[in-house]
């Protein structure tokens, strides 16, 4: 990923802010989304475990709902 942000400065010249383009910054979000999910699994990989039908239908039901 070739990052060009582009910087907004104050009045002083001091970088406050920076622009990147859509596809950098959803490249970015995705790869936060999917470090925080294996986080969050990680953490808690002792906890109840689903049955592969049991995640089947939660996984469909969350795709309704998006």
Do not use: G
């Amino acid at each position: 990923m070739q990052l060009q942000p582009n910087y907004i400065v104050d009045n002083h010249n001091h970088k406050i802010a920076v622009q990147l383009d859509i596809k950098t910054y959803e490249k970015i979000t995705d790869v936060l989304e999917d470090y925080a999910l294996f986080k969050f699994m990680d953490e808690n990989k002792d906890d109840e475990k689903l049955s592969l039908k049991d995640a089947r239908a939660l996984y469909e039901s969350l795709k309704k709902d998006s």
